[in-house]
């Protein structure tokens, strides 16, 4: 079955320190892979996406991922957390293939304490 | 506006009750999907819009959920006799690219979040 896993329900760091989210997945093929953010009460907002070439893919806000085929891993980071980082991230998948759109993950908690 | 609105923000009904929420997408989108996000989950897919066609209904959890788009642009989904296990929040989301799988990105609305008493 096609899945996308988020391994942390949540994940804590200091203001100024660097950040990982991670996201496994679970898809035949080549996928399209997207990192989404959801503040309370709102929709979500795309912040990139990885098709095909540069393994790191840069995003909104300073973000970045990178893509790892052998691992089947594609962790979002940033170099310096912000407060403001603080929200709701999913890791999507589009499977490219006959089979549903997209397919998220469950969801990681990003807190950022100043 | 530019954005994916929708509408109502928040919803109550009463069990059996029908309900129906409106999705306005962004001017010219194409595309056009329903995700249903239960509480601490992420969103999940329902059904696909392309135009006024559904291509799509994969997702929708039983045949008391229905989705139009009769003109292409807005689009309404509806619940009959609503049930405790409906209440989520439900997204919609628009792209301007021509295909349920994609490499180009979803724009979200704010959704609607709705509860059965």
């Known amino acids: 079955a096609q899945s996308v896993a988020q391994p942390e329900d949540q994940v804590n760091v200091a203001e100024g320190n660097p950040l990982t989210v991670k996201c496994t997945y679970s898809?035949?093929?080549?996928?399209?892979l997207f990192w989404y953010v959801q503040y309370p009460n709102r929709g979500l907002q795309f912040l990139l996406k990885?098709?095909?070439?540069?393994?790191l893919v840069k995003g909104s806000y300073g973000f970045e991922a990178e893509f790892n085929k052998s691992q089947t891993s594609f962790h979002l980071k940033k170099p310096s957390a912000l407060v403001s980082d603080s929200a709701l991230y999913f890791c999507?998948?589009?499977?490219?293939?006959?089979?549903?759109?997209?397919?998220f993950g469950k969801g990681t908690t990003l807190s950022v304490s100043s | 506006g530019a954005g994916v609105s929708q509408s109502p923000r928040y919803k109550v009904a009463k069990r059996g009750q029908d309900v129906a929420l409106r999705c306005d997408p962004i001017?010219?989108?194409?595309?056009l999907f329903w995700y249903q996000q239960a509480l601490g989950q992420g969103p999940e897919f329902l059904t696909y819009f392309q135009n006024e066609a559904q291509l799509d209904k994969s997702g929708l959890p039983s045949d008391r959920f229905f989705a139009e788009r009769p003109e292409g642009s807005v689009s309404t989904l509806k619940i009959q006799r609503t049930q405790q296990e409906d209440s989520a929040v439900y997204l919609c989301?628009?792209?301007?690219?021509?295909?349920?799988?994609?490499?180009?990105?979803?724009?979200f609305g704010d959704g609607t979040r709705l509860s059965i008493l």
């Open positions: 990885y098709i095909t070439g540069d393994n």
């Open positions: 989301a628009s792209s301007d690219h021509r295909g349920i799988y994609s490499n180009q990105p979803q724009h």
């Open positions: 898809v035949s093929g080549n996928p399209y």
């Open positions: 999507a998948v589009s499977p490219n293939q006959a089979g549903t759109a997209l397919i």
């Open positions: 001017s010219g989108h194409v595309s």
